[in-house]
């Protein structure tokens, strides 16, 4: 009986060393795995490659392409990594500054790189660009200059443009005696007549957000021309309550009431397809959208977007102190360097291709529009020809590109803008509000 | 004589070797230390570092730097922070009305032996299976004003702007809430009314009592644990609720549906904003303990009573 306790208990405190022992065992190899992280995967620190770090979608196929046509010739390997999905500037943000940051990133320049100006994380590209003119003169000016911030230029144009334009459907305007508006007149005119029909005129995805934004940013450039923006974003906050500005939020309000998006837009979505069907369905006549909108009707409404679908640059503004050839939108996407990289040379070897033929020829293949000066060789190439011609066309007559509001300003914006501009189509906060909303952001 | 002493005995033996914690050494603390470390590294230590957090001011690039309690300040004047508490507890307290009652007349329901129970049994868990991702994905195309339900049924539902209003947009949350979590809790109930005596039913059909003062007199008083396991699960839920109204509602129209959880993760993650994001955090960490303490109190939960009472 003795013996038996005596092994019990030998047995008791041996599972108490063994509990003891194999946690000891897990917190060391926590910690460890929390400390190893920092080695592995450090980008600058290899020596022989430079990493670049891309919005991981269907197009990363060109920037692989590319990729692998650089390390043909240089001594230096290029690493392409993705980060997929939607949630790129959020991680972005996390490692931007760790060892495992890269050396040349996606980003949609403006202020999605602002940011990263302002903590002193990037390499200016002047001196490459002086080195070599091409890494600017090759580029569409308009586009360029999104890169540009307090005249430093931190990006080269990399993907397609992708400016924002009136959709509208040629049937539904064929059957009502309509034409594509020409002026803002015109528009409101449209808007009655098929209100009257029981349609609902313009498609708005009010539940993005972002696409009704993009009222915004046109009608304030043909009111104002795009020096209002440019001024509120340098912080100037009198522009928002500038004549100018109430003019532009009075004709979005004559817009609204006239019924044009017609009373449930907040519960519509472009993302889940709901105002593009809209449009494709015929129960609205227009839709303003980013570029993309043809590429999303070809694989949700094949047969409209080959017959149907049409597209004009957004109607002119009597008396406004726009140009009417301004476009807004996203101008593009860039690639920017950071300081720290070790190969300044070999990325700038890198960024050369952005304006070769290889790249342009890759990236109309796959429906993106480039925006370097010899894409106009190749549009005859790309997918659809006619809409690369007239979007190429617009952008490169463009003497103003503004780039979307909630992308000109950092991050941390968005929401603001966002909320203002929804609660001011639902009626909720009047010119005032919105005034005082956008009067509230801070520009850096 | 001795055969049957000898049985008794080894019998009383095997009775004392099967009560626990009776001649063998109770466990020690070493046997916690695994989830002690778990907790402390993944809940606490998180924690206090959110709390550190909340006292500073930080994008998320460059290093942390103090701000005393300009978070805090600012929170405080916040109206979207005030309103997003209030909308917190709306939602929690509809989906605690609207979850419970259909869980429990479900979880009863399903407890019997009826003909196809099994089979409807298992079509209505089917949400259960759901990510959250994928119900909100699925509610929001057939709540289209356009192409879904609202536009087949204008009677019911107008103009079908039911995500463009403050009070729409809380119904759907609350439906689509009430439509994912409703299994979850009819399963826990199922399990409670399972658990319960049959000899009550019988005692009660000898004294006459029908189905429904069988209901109301046996099986509630008798699923009462239940019913605050399941409150609770609710309560926690609710006051944590994000992914439906990121996919549903993301917080619109303007800030009517920006819920504590949801305003931590805009501030945090889309304004870059962790100082403001962590205040908010441990507000909704200090108001969720003090209401879990509430109702853990208020039930007499915490003294564990049995409801296995008069048999």
């Known amino acids: 009986m003795g013996s038996l306790r005596v092994s019990v208990r030998n047995r008791a405190s041996r599972n108490r060393f063994a509990a003891l022992a194999a946690t000891t065992a897990l917190v060391v190899g926590l910690t460890a795995a929390c400390g190893s992280g920092g080695g592995s995967g450090s980008a600058s620190a290899d020596s022989g490659t430079i990493h670049v770090l891309v919005y991981g979608d269907a197009g990363n196929t060109v920037e692989k392409q590319i990729v692998d046509t650089f390390n043909k010739t240089s001594k230096v390997k290029a690493v392409l990594d993705t980060i ?57 000016p308009s586009v360029f200059n999104t890169a540009v911030i307090d005249g430093h230029s931190y990006g080269v144009p990399m993907r397609g443009t992708q400016p924002v334009l009136l959709f509208d459907n040629k049937q539904v305007l064929a059957s009502a005696g309509l034409s594509a508006p020409q002026t803002w007149d015109d528009l409101i005119n449209d808007v009655k007549v098929l209100k009257a029909k029981g349609l609902t005129p313009i498609a708005l995805g009010g539940g993005d957000q972002w696409p009704t934004q993009m009222w915004f940013e046109y009608v304030y450039d043909r009111v104002a021309g795009p020096g209002l923006f440019e001024k509120a974003l340098a912080g100037d906050k009198s522009a928002w309550s500038s004549a100018d500005s109430v003019k532009a939020l009075g004709m979005l309000k004559q817009l609204i009431d006239a019924g044009a998006f017609g009373s449930n837009f907040d519960s519509v979505k472009f993302t889940d397809g709901g105002s593009p069907a809209l449009l494709a369905k015929g129960k609205s006549a227009f839709e303003l959208m980013g570029s993309w909108e043809y590429s999303t009707q070809q694989s949700g409404n094949p047969d409209f977007a080959k017959n149907d679908l049409g597209y004009s640059a957004f109607p002119s503004v009597s008396g406004g102190k726009g140009d009417p050839n301004d476009v807004v939108g996203n101008t593009n996407n860039f690639y920017s360097v950071l300081k720290k990289t070790q190969h300044p040379d070999a990325v700038a070897a890198f960024l050369k291709l952005m304006y070769s033929d290889e790249f342009v020829k890759a990236q109309l293949g796959i429906g993106n529009l480039p925006t370097t000066t010899n894409t106009a060789n190749f549009l005859a190439t790309s997918a659809s020809p006619a809409y690369s011609q007239f979007q190429f066309n617009l952008v490169k007559a463009a003497p103003s590109f503004q780039l979307s509001w909630d992308q000109a300003y950092p991050p941390a914006a968005t929401t603001t803008i966002h909320t203002a501009v929804q609660e001011f189509f639902d009626g909720k906060i009047d010119t005032n509000g919105f005034i005082a909303q956008m009067q509230s952001l801070s520009n850096s | 004589m001795s055969a049957l002493s000898f049985t008794t005995e080894l019998g009383r033996r095997r009775l004392k070797a099967r009560r626990p914690g009776v001649g063998a050494t109770r466990p020690g603390f070493a046997w916690a230390v695994p989830a002690t470390v778990f907790f402390l590294l993944f809940a606490i230590l998180p924690l206090v570092l959110v709390a550190v957090l909340s006292f500073t001011s930080w994008d998320g690039i460059t290093s942390p730097h103090f701000n005393g309690l300009a978070n805090w300040t600012k929170l405080f004047d916040d109206p979207v922070m005030t309103q997003s508490i209030w909308l917190t507890l709306v939602l929690t307290v509809l989906g605690v009305v609207t979850q419970t009652p259909i869980s429990i007349l479900l979880g009863v329901w399903a407890a019997g032996h009826q003909r196809n129970r099994a089979v409807l049994s298992a079509i209505f868990f089917v949400p259960l299976l759901l990510s959250a991702t994928a119900v909100s994905v699925l509610w929001r195309a057939l709540l289209d004003p356009n192409f879904g339900l609202p536009g087949q049924l204008p009677w019911l539902f107008g103009n079908g702007n039911l995500l463009g209003s403050q009070a729409g947009s809380i119904a759907v949350l609350t439906f689509v809430g009430m439509w994912q979590f409703t299994p979850l809790h009819a399963l826990l109930y199922q399990g409670g009314a399972r658990a319960v005596p049959q000899v009550l039913y019988q005692a009660a059909a000898i004294d006459g009592a029908g189905t429904v003062r069988q209901f109301f007199h046996i099986t509630l008083p008798q699923l009462r644990n239940t019913m605050i396991t399941s409150v609770i699960l609710m309560v926690v839920g609710g006051l944590t609720t994000f992914d439906t109204v990121l996919i549903l509602t993301q917080g619109g129209p303007g800030t009517d549906t920006t819920v504590s959880a949801y305003y931590m993760y805009e501030q945090g993650f889309k304004n870059f904003d962790f100082g403001a994001g962590s205040a908010i955090a441990l507000v909704l960490v200090v108001v969720a303990t003090l209401i879990s303490l509430a109702v853990v109190r208020i039930s007499g939960y915490d003294k564990m009573r049995s409801t296995a009472e008069g048999i």
């Open chain 1, 84 to 140: 997929p999905g939607a949630d790129y500037q959020s991680k972005l943000n996390t490692i931007i500054n760790t060892p495992q940051a890269p050396d040349i990133f996606f980003n949609w320049g403006g202020g999605s790189i602002a940011p990263y100006v302002k903590d002193n994380l990037l390499l200016p590209l002047d001196s490459m660009i002086a080195k070599d003119p091409g890494l600017k003169n090759n580029f569409l």
